[in-house]
Structures are given as C-alpha cells and as structure tokens.
C-alpha cells in the first residue's frame, strides 16, 4: 500500500524559503513517478514538479529556478527545496505517485493514483 506523509509546511516572508519533505513507503522509486502539487483556494490544483524513475524532473514554468525537487532513495523521502518564495506561492502542498510506465501527462494532477494529505504554505508579503 503507497502511502505519502508531507511536512515541512508554514508561514514565511516573501523571499524566504522552506523544505518540505513527503515521507513514502509502498513502493519503489525506480519504477515510479512522484511529484508535487499545489492548490490554493479558489484555484485548481496545479504540477509544481515531478521527479520520474530515471531521476529526471520537470518543473512548472512559475517555480522554475526557484524551486528543486528530489528524493533520497535509502530514507524514502521526497523533497522540495523552495527558495525566493513569493505570496503566489501560498497554497496547500501536496506529494503524489503514480507507475512510471509509459508516457502520460505528469502536469495533470488526474493522472496519480496515490497522494498524501498536503501541508499548507503561506507566504506573506
């Protein structure tokens, strides 16, 4: 059974920065995708990045260079690196899996099957 547990969420100033961390267990890294995701209120949930089983990642145009996600395999943990935050980077954070067999669109939030219960970020400006 996957399970994802994210942390590392809270309240910063505009131009600081915060880890979160997604604490995984259920499955492999070298045959699955996991990424991140954000909502804020009112919005859609949106990819923020995605790290897939040959450790490549991609980014969202909005975090790009700003923003790095990675795993350590032999903790079973994923993170994201927030640096230069901004107050449209407030939001709930979330981590998410999916198999990474075959193509599929790793932005849209549909195509993950497991996620976690999210930790909230607020930046204040």
């Known amino acids: 059974q996957v399970q994802l547990v994210e942390s590392g969420g809270g309240s910063v100033q505009a131009g600081g920065s915060l880890r979160l961390s997604c604490a995984t267990s259920g499955y492999s890294y070298r045959n699955y995708c996991i990424g991140w995701f954000r909502q804020a209120p009112g919005k859609e949930r949106e990819v923020v990045a995605t790290?897939?089983?040959?450790?490549?990642?991609r980014y969202a145009a909005s975090v790009a260079g700003r923003f790095t996600i990675s795993q350590d395999s032999a903790k079973n943990t994923l993170y994201l690196q927030m640096n230069s935050l901004k107050a449209e980077d407030s939001a709930m954070y979330y981590c998410a899996a999916r198999p990474g067999d075959g193509w599929f669109q790793w932005w849209a939030p549909a195509e993950y099957q497991y996620w976690g219960q999210g930790t909230q970020v607020t930046v204040s400006s």
């Open positions: 790290i897939f089983p040959d450790v490549r990642s």
